[in-house]
């Protein structure tokens, strides 16, 4: 089964901190994301990668970049975390370029930002 | 923008009862669409995957339909048992990206 490890399952950061939450999945996907879970707005994407050093905006990036150096591995970073950016975070990732396979899904972040 | 709804946002049933759980959506121009399960805390698992010229799939006592031309799916979950019991989310695949509803969570009572 493919596994997708976020790196940590729970983070409580200050305001104004950089945050770094790291994802790696371990059967060579191509594409991978980030989406933040609120209560009554579901999944919403932040950003997404298909390749290697290749990233697209998704619906809801201001305040957060990424990092692909390696196609295992996708990063989300926080610039200068602000309390509205407390949420929970999961990353996901699929085989193939195009969105007709299944999509797994990490265990997800708890983020707090006081 | 494709809008994606879950209605209703919580539903309680007795064990043995046969779970109905909708799923609407305004763009039909999709590539699939996927329902997951969520239990508290914890990341998404993919139950089923429609492709876009599918009508429906199947998985044990899982069956998903997908009507395009009304916009609607449907998650039907036989003899529900109360390990049934999390949050299901259904999303529309455009492109690189799916789209999600907000989940209807389901308790089943034994």
């Known amino acids: 089964d493919v596994k997708v490890t976020q790196s940590s399952r729970y983070l409580v950061k200050r305001t104004g901190e950089k945050v770094f939450l790291e994802c790696v999945q371990d059967?060579?996907?191509?594409?991978m994301f980030w989406y933040r879970q609120d209560p009554g707005l579901g999944l919403r994407l932040i950003y997404f990668?298909?390749?290697?050093?290749?990233?697209e905006k998704g619906d809801i990036p201001e305040g957060y970049s990424v990092s692909r150096e390696k196609k295992e591995r996708f990063s989300l970073i926080l610039e200068s975390a602000s309390t509205n950016q407390t949420s929970m975070y999961l990353c996901?990732?699929?085989?193939?370029?195009?969105?007709?396979?299944?999509?797994?899904f990490g265990s997800g972040t708890q983020l707090s930002v006081l | 923008k494709q809008e994606v709804t879950q209605i209703p946002a919580a539903l309680s049933v007795p064990e043995g009862e046969n779970l109905v759980l909708n799923c609407s959506f305004t763009?039909?121009?999709?590539?699939?669409l996927q329902w997951f399960r969520q239990d508290p805390g914890k990341g998404l698992t993919s139950l089923l995957l429609?492709?876009?010229?599918?009508r429906e799939q199947t998985s044990g006592r899982l069956n998903a339909s997908l009507d395009k031309s009304s916009g609607r799916s449907t998650l039907y979950i036989a003899a529900s048992q109360p390990g049934d019991s999390a949050t299901y989310l259904c999303?529309?695949?455009?492109?690189?990206?799916?789209?999600f509803g907000a989940g209807t969570t389901v308790t089943v009572r034994a």
């Open positions: 996901a990732s699929s085989l193939a370029r195009e969105s007709n396979e299944k999509l797994f």
């Open positions: 059967m060579d996907h191509e594409n």
């Open positions: 990668s298909y390749d290697v050093k290749m990233k």
């Open positions: 763009d039909s121009a999709i590539y699939n």
């Open positions: 429609i492709q876009s010229s599918q």
């Open positions: 999303a529309l695949g455009d492109d690189y990206k799916l789209s």
